[in-house]
Nanobody, 127 residues
């Protein structure tokens, strides 16, 4: 059974940094897509970043490009999201998700393609 457990959320001032971690377990993810989504109050859940486990290709939404970095720690089966230069509009619950089988070239941003989700971690950025 696949499990995703996020950690690392919290309260930070605008301009600060946080690092989120997602520990994945239950199977191997050799051809998977690991993604981070976020959902602010009253808004739809949106993609933030994703990384393809087959070749470590990374993808970012325009709103976080240049500020956030997604990476993997293979040995720990963990996906990290380093968030720098945080803004109040980054405030949301952040979710880790995995598309277990994601061939090269397939969509990275479609929410419906992700098979498993974590419980979410709150990120609050104060102005």
């Amino acid at each position: 059974q696949v499990q995703l457990v996020e950690s690392g959320g919290g309260l930070v001032q605008a301009g600060g940094s946080l690092r989120l971690s997602c520990a994945a377990s239950g199977r191997t993810f050799s051809r998977s897509l690991m993604g981070w989504f976020r959902q602010a109050p009253g808004k739809e859940r949106e993609i933030v970043a994703a990384i393809r486990t087959s070749d470590d290709s990374t993808y970012y939404s325009d709103s976080v490009k240049g500020r956030f970095t997604i990476s993997r720690d293979n040995a720990k089966n963990t996906v990290l999201l380093q968030m720098n230069s945080l803004k109040p509009e980054d405030t949301a619950v952040y979710y880790c998700a995995v598309d277990v089988y994601s061939p090269a070239g397939s969509s990275w941003s479609r929410r419906d393609l992700y098979d498993y989700w974590g419980q979410g971690t709150q990120v609050t950025v104060s102005s």
